[in-house]
């Protein structure tokens, strides 16, 4: 594309994405890179036209000793455009885990609380992006919701039914024609060195794409799949919600799946029943595998157990429960009215200053009966008020001054949670 044709492309994008009506006010990311700089300008120049402001934040996540000067670098071009920039800095991460995955997430809850009342922000990834994408699930057996790849407009939620749309208005664009579009303007770009360094998975998808592109295999060919599997994604989470309503039902945080209901339905909508329902109990953002899925639904269905996802799966007479995984818990700790497990917050005028925790096998001794329909691997798990060793509230039981539970991914239920999931 010219400068004036990827100009163009970039409104109407915007306008597919935003219209009809603009916001007086959008955020965009921003990393100092040749995709996110190009963004920038890209943005600069619309949001000028259009009468919008932009906002703009780097997030710095300090793994390498220069992201500092980058983040002052893209502070330092946005004071240049008349622009607001904001440097957020990552300082939480306790090493464990996937640190492409940790860095994501942190991405995310830190652009979150910096947005305050914006409703957008935008992100750079691009077509060779989704490319790399696809080609990174389908190495991992990917189903149809894997190979869709990256949405261009996703709704991030957050506690209480708020959250914020990430837009990705670059993904059908390639990295080349970004770096020529910022060249020709004499814009300025850093280059980030770990995009050369092997360790990572995506550089090595990268270089693999230079391999398989004369076979046809190229970012274009993949990203087109992701657009066909993105439109069979939305047909089946349509089916997926129907089916949902008639076998599903939810009890204390709980999900009860009807197994003789269960069985009737197509393998992909059953599998995307338990894949959603396993998300929606955990709190958890990604998927689990298909293989590990596949294996635990068989356990299930056979009269069996299984641990998966941070959850608890188990065979009940007429019913296949989900519920949060005891060991997943147990050290969770919150203060009433904070978030406890990443997921749930307790507030109620008369529960004071305690703290919340899993009731666990000390809060059960203390009931003096057991809630119906709780088995007690589900019992324990559940979220209860303390005063030190004494349970001071627990809902299901109702036990102490009463409460409401409010879930981090808003409200809705799991309907409405596996709508977009």
Known sequence: MTSFSLESHFAGVMGDLLGPGFPAEIGLAVSGGGDSMALLTLAHNWTRRMGVGLRVVTVDHGLRSESAGEAAFVA????A???AHDILRWQDWDGSGNLQEAARAARLR????WRGDLQHVLMAHTLDDQAETVLMRLARGSGVDGLAGMAARRFVAEEEGTGFWLLRPLLEVRRAELRHYLTVLKGHWIEDPSNGDARFERVRVRQALEVLAPLGLDAPALAETAGRMARAQAALRARACEAADRVVRQVHGDLLYDRDGLA????????????????FVSGQVYRPRARALAAAAGQVASGGTATLHGCLMRAERSEIRICRE?????????????LWDGRLRLSGAGLGPGEVRALGAEGASQLSERPSGLPYQSLIAQPAVFDGPRLVAFAPAGVGPAHEIHRRAGAGGFSAFLAVH
């Open 326 to 338: 005891y060991a997943a818990v147990a050290e969770a700790v919150a203060p009433v009215g904070g």
């Open 76 to 79: 330092r071009e946005c004071a």
């Open 81 to 83: 455009m008349g622009h």
């Open 264 to 279: 009737t339905l197509d393998d992909e909508t059953r599998m995307r029943l338990l894949a959603a329902g396993l998300q």
């Open 110 to 113: 830190l652009i979150g609380a």
